[in-house]
């Protein structure tokens, strides 16, 4: 992060917020003109500080009403199992994130379904498919009270 400026910074604050904006929208909000805020953009791109430009959907709106966090426990800890089921996980549709953890549990998903009855398909015919899998705990998200998915760089 050293080699961005309080600039730099506020592009990407401005970012976060709507990655649609423009060049010229940016530079608008920003204060400079639309050359030295396209070469910083570049500069920011080329850096691999910005990974992709994607858009939000409501999950609620969409039907995906249900979202769980799985804590996972495997029981054994060779690397070639740890990768093994790391690539089970990325394959499965269900599973919008997954963390490998240092503590009580190895692997935190999150797991968002339709409903109940979708959650347990999924636990029962992807998730236990999976070999090494010794314990699943499961909490389920009964209100979101924040969530975002912007840093605070200004």
Known sequence: MDTLDKTDRH?????QQDAKLN???I?????LSVTPTYERLKKIEKLGI????V???DGEK???SLAAYCNVSLQLHSLPLLRKFEAAVRSLEEVMECYHLAGNYDYLLKVVVDDMKSYQHFITNKLATIEN???????FVMTE???TTAFQLV
């Open 11 to 15: 592009i990407l604050q401005v970012l």
């Open 23 to 25: 060049t010229k929208e």
């Open 27 to 31: 530079a608008y909000r920003i204060g």
């Open 50 to 53: 910005i990974k992709s430009y």
């Open 55 to 57: 858009t939000l959907l």
């Open 62 to 64: 969409l039907g995906k």
């Open 133 to 139: 899998i010794a314990q699943v705990n499961s909490s």
């Open 145 to 147: 009270i924040k969530h």
